[in-house]
């Protein structure tokens, strides 16, 4: 079975910043696409970051220039680095990938339990 372990949440003061972490683990044979999607009371979830099993990268424009999306491929690990953090960036935010598993004959979309992100004084 495969899973996706996020960490890094908390709370954080305007203008700080933070990184959060997405492990994948099981029988993992590759991963594609990985991202980050975050979810606000009341919201609905919404794309903040991609990025390919190439290193592409897409931000949505709510966050562009304010965060920056990495994978390590060794550690089957997915990065998110938030700065300048505004109160409406609070929100779960959930880790995605796409995950071909030993059992699995395509790449299923995988997600992570979510971490909470505050951002308040």
């Known amino acids: 079975q495969v899973r996706l372990v996020e960490s890094g949440g908390g709370l954080v003061q305007p203008g700080g910043s933070l990184r959060l972490s997405c492990a994948a683990s099981?029988?993992?044979?590759?991963?594609?696409?990985m991202g980050w999607y975050r979810q606000a009371p009341g919201k609905q979830r919404e794309l903040v970051a991609t990025i390919t099993s190439g290193g592409s990268t897409n931000y949505a424009d709510s966050v562009k220039g304010r965060c920056t999306i990495s994978r390590d491929n060794a550690k089957n690990t997915v990065y998110l680095e938030m700065y300048s953090l505004k109160p409406e960036d609070t929100a779960v935010y959930y880790c995605?990938?796409?995950?071909?598993?030993?059992?699995?004959?395509?790449?299923?979309?995988?997600w992570g339990q979510g971490t909470l992100i505050t951002v308040s004084s």
């Open positions: 995605n990938a796409d995950v071909k598993s030993f059992w699995d004959s395509g790449y299923p979309a995988r």
């Open positions: 099981g029988r993992i044979v590759s991963i594609g696409a």
